[in-house]
């Protein structure tokens, strides 16, 4: 029989008071991708790393997507992973509108698993997750509206945390998950996508002894026909421009 072993949860994550303080941190730590001109807005080098960026205002949003990654998204992947993803749906939203008053938010602030072990099919990670998430959202400016975007394990913290972020979260988008563990509360608009070419269709979707994470989420359905692969949302025109319009809301 399976037990379950709950993994020890990290440090809470440190919000630093400013970008320029976030910016001297990673200089120190070597990460030559670094630009004076990006909003990081929180990093923490220890294991695989955390680290927050802002694409756009905070202070003068309306509405703020927050993108909650999955497996693998690390601090040596994040440029070219996380970053990227936050970025072209930036763009996207400002290519509608360029006075839009929209902010992106490149959410690496959990401890991430590493491949398909058994971290992945656990939803320790997840919870703690779910933790720091809860709290990074009670930092957003009340005034705006909040979105959460999770792509695949990241499904599974957003699930988690949004009976906790219900007051705040107006929808909640979820992209090629491996499961839902709970269901959203009532009121989040909730939003899901997953291409017929993604292998987490393979992933069977049970619960059992602490092990899987439930049914594959059935919500409003995006477009995903050009969507190839397990990373593709974000860069399939379709697929982007419906979650544009999620983030831009009613």
Do not use: C
């Not at 072990?117 to 959202?137: I, P, S």
């Not at 988008?173 to 292998?199: E, H, I, K, Q, Y």
């Amino acid at each position: 029989m399976w037990i379950s072993i709950p993994e020890p949860a990290p440090p809470p994550m440190r919000l630093d008071a400013g970008a320029t303080a976030t910016s001297a941190a990673m200089r120190s730590a070597g990460y030559d991708w670094l630009a004076t001109d990006r909003q990081f807005i929180a990093f923490d080098p220890a294991g695989d790393g955390r680290l927050i960026e802002v694409f756009g205002s905070l202070a003068s949003a309306r509405r703020v997507a927050v993108i909650v990654p999955g497996s693998d998204t690390n601090l040596s992947t994040y440029d070219r992973g996380l970053a990227v993803k936050a970025r072209q749906l930036y763009g996207e939203l400002l290519a509608e509108d360029p006075s839009a008053r929209v902010a992106v938010v490149a959410w690496l602030g959990y401890d991430t698993p590493d491949g398909l072990g058994l971290a992945a099919v656990r939803e320790d990670r997840a919870a703690a997750g779910a933790a720091e998430l809860e709290r990074f959202v009670s930092t957003l400016p009340s005034t705006a509206e909040v979105v959460l975007i999770g792509h695949s394990y990241g499904t599974v913290v957003v699930s988690l945390a949004l009976p906790s972020l219900a007051a705040r979260v107006t929808d909640a988008v979820f992209l090629a998950s491996p499961g839902l563990p709970v269901d959203p509360p009532a009121g989040v608009r909730t939003w899901s996508a997953t291409a017929t070419s993604d292998w987490v269709n393979r992933v069977p979707k049970i619960r059992i002894v602490g092990l899987g994470h439930g049914d594959a989420p059935s919500f409003t359905a995006l477009p995903v026909g050009e969507v190839t692969g397990h990373d593709g949302y974000f860069t399939a025109p379709s697929t982007l421009e419906a979650i544009a319009g999620v983030v831009r809301g009613g």
